[in-house]
T-cell receptor, first 113, second 115 residues
């Protein structure tokens, strides 16, 4: 089952913040976040594992709420370079743990000057 | 420090022809995943391979599609008798180990257009 991302699209001005959510109906073992610019390969941002941890990388951080089976990606003080489509990829708990990912439909983020 | 390499980057085929897509994983990586992305959609898992083994092909269409990852050389995704619906971007990703904690690094993709 494909995870659901919300919102579908976000428009920001430079310096504004955004939150992108990724929800699954199944128990999750891990959530992987990627950013993809048009016509390019997805670029890895971070992995969150079961355990409710929060991770951060400069002004981009994420959390994983195991009870809600939801992950959120936080972008603070957005920059023009943040524009792109953000995908979450989830691995369901209970199966063979080898990293097979099911991706959400994507959230299009546009940052204007 | 070469990343994941895919070729060709663009491929045009007529209906009924064969398409061969190649993926060379990052140095030291022995796990390869293939994904398909239709325009304006997310990535759909197709197959997971290790050297000389298909581990999971649950996302592969039952007919016309096959994949291999030989002991030597790149991983190959082969589509026989292509149809217009096969037009998509095909990405491969590689990781160094098996498991949820391992990062999958994506290649630049092959954009297949079927006329």
């Amino acid at each position: 089952q494909q995870p659901v991302q919300s919102p579908q699209a976000v428009i920001l001005r430079e310096g504004e913040d955004a939150v992108i959510n990724c929800s699954s109906s199944k128990a999750l073992y891990s959530v992987h976040w990627y950013r993809q610019k048009h016509g390019e390969a997805p670029v890895f941002l971070m992995i969150l594992l079961k355990g409710g941890e929060q991770k951060g990388h400069e002004k981009i951080s994420a959390s994983f709420n195991e009870k809600k089976q939801q992950s959120s990606l936080y972008l603070t003080a957005s920059q023009l370079s943040y524009s792109g489509t953000y995908f979450c990829g989830t691995e369901n708990a209970g199966g063979t743990s080898y990293g097979k990912l099911t991706f959400g439909q994507g959230t299009i983020l546009t940052v204007h000057p | 420090n070469a990343g994941v390499m895919q070729n060709p980057r663009h491929l045009v085929r007529r209906r009924g022809q064969e398409a061969r897509l190649r993926c060379s994983p990052m140095k030291g990586h022995s796990h390869v995943y293939w994904y398909r992305q239709l325009p304006e959609e997310g990535l759909k898992f197709m197959v997971y391979l290790q050297k000389e083994n298909i581990i999971d092909e649950s996302g592969m269409p039952k007919e016309r599609f096959s994949a291999e990852f030989p002991k030597e050389g790149p991983s190959i995704l082969r589509i026989q008798q292509v149809v217009r619906g096969d037009s998509a971007a095909y990405f491969c990703a590689s990781s160094s180990q098996q498991g949820s904690q391992e990062t999958q690094y994506f290649g630049p993709g092959t954009r297949l257009l079927v006329l």
